[in-house]
């Protein structure tokens, strides 16, 4: 059997750029079934499974040209150093590396294969969530103290002001459309079982922001890609 015939720069762009579009498509329709649990649900799914093959497209199709131009160990240098912020635990298990460092862009790749870990909520709730969230992580701050004269280290917890309390929702605004993803925990073929929480904004704006870090991916990989 001939093997395929390479495939030009332009073209793999046009592969990638489809598959941005289709995750696209679903993420309006998630606006537009934000009140039908089962259908926004769907859209949610099949939203995350095409996020995701963008990143196994660029796997497949960015690899095999980079091999095709004699440069594809340049090019799993350069993937892996962008895989540090989406890896997922099981495969850092196996790597024995970080998993990665975008909670959300985890959460979102461990996701796509049980969406019903969603939830209708309210954007007080939201609110409570995230300042929460910030509260715990700005409330303490670790001090630490030399005597250069005794050589001793002092390490000490010390209170922080805590942050200015959240706004009060707008009570004119319809929140009843709004949705959150719940905390989920993944088990790999080991058994070893990880729990991911989840991120502390509404689902569409996580999505949104979700897209726009692969449209951003995409775009550097076509530029690391033309210097070959």
Known sequence: MANAPPKTLAEMRAKLDDKIMEALDFLGDMEAWKQDHIRF????????SASESVLSMIDRHAKRYAREHGREPTFAAWYEAKADAFRMPHVARRAKKSSGSDLEWVYLRAARDDTIHIERTSLARLLRVTFTAHAYLTARLTVTATNHETGTVTVSEAETPPPAPPPEPDETKDEKDLWAFMPLEIMDQGGNI????PPTDDVVSVCKRYLDKLI????????ELSTY
């Open 216 to 223: 951003e991916l995409v775009e550097e990989c076509e530029r």
């Open 194 to 197: 990880t729990a991911i929480n």
């Open 41 to 48: 649900a769907h859209r949610v799914s099949a939203f995350l």
